[in-house]
């Protein structure tokens, strides 16, 4: 909270290489802060933290509205191209605590291609990167996001259908986040009223959660 009168989210995006990690969180700030493109190698290697301007209209408290802000911290790939995975998760630790330290993390969001399959071992990868990071209530504090869902939908796949026909492995996944997931469609994500029914999704998640924020330190004293 800055004043009575605003609210601020805070927010991590982690997933593996070519997930669209970066330009998800522009989707949510509404801006191009994070650098994006194709790439045969990971794009980012450094954790980075973007600012959203106030956003109206999204969120009402006790009969109130309240200007909404949101802070995004863009992450190093995991599994990544050039760090091994103890720089990425130490790199990631170091960054949460330096900005979200004192104010906590409201929301880490596993970011997923809903055009491939998730397999066990990639599963089984986020799940321990996400335990290393976030600690043993890291369910408590995990969305996941699914990317490129225009692309699910140009192959006939509604989110209903897509998830009747979605891998076990996706599904023990999803369940253990307490169902906590959101399509994203990146054709259409910077569209304003798009980006207003992803953040209302994600100000519900944090209204099951109580508005409780994880506190985090660093990996490495």
């Not at 949101?70 to 990631?92: C, F, G, M, N």
């Not at 321990?128 to 140009?154: C, I, M, N, R, S």
């Not at 259908?161 to 979605?166: E, G, I």
Request: charged share 20%; with cysteine.
């Amino acid at each position: 909270m800055v004043d009575s009168n605003e609210m601020t989210i805070n927010l991590v995006v982690l997933g593996r290489t070519q997930t669209g990690k970066s330009a998800a969180g522009n989707s949510l700030l509404g801006s191009s802060d994070f650098e994006s493109h194709h790439s045969p190698s990971s794009v980012t290697t450094c954790c980075s933290l973007g600012r959203s301007c106030r956003i109206s209209g999204i969120i009402r408290r006790n009969g109130c509205e309240l200007a909404l802000r949101i802070r995004v911290l863009d992450t190093p790939s995991y599994p990544h191209s050039a760090l091994s995975k103890e720089q990425v998760r130490d790199t990631v630790s170091s960054a949460l605590a330096h900005h979200f330290g004192e104010e906590g993390l409201h929301l880490a969001l596993l970011v997923l291609r809903a055009d491939l399959p998730l397999c066990p071992d990639e599963s089984d990868h986020a799940i321990q990167f996400l335990q290393e990071l976030l600690g043993p209530t890291w369910k408590d504090f995990t969305a996941v996001l699914l990317t490129h869902a225009d692309k699910a939908e140009e192959a006939g796949f509604s989110e209903e259908a897509y998830l009747h026909s979605a891998s076990s492995t996706l599904l023990s996944l999803l369940s253990s986040v307490q169902h906590k997931y959101i399509f994203l469609d990146n054709q259409k994500s910077i569209i304003k009223e798009e980006r207003a029914i992803v953040l209302r999704k994600l100000l519900n998640f944090i209204r099951q959660n109580n508005y409780r924020v994880l506190l985090l330190k660093p990996s490495k004293e």
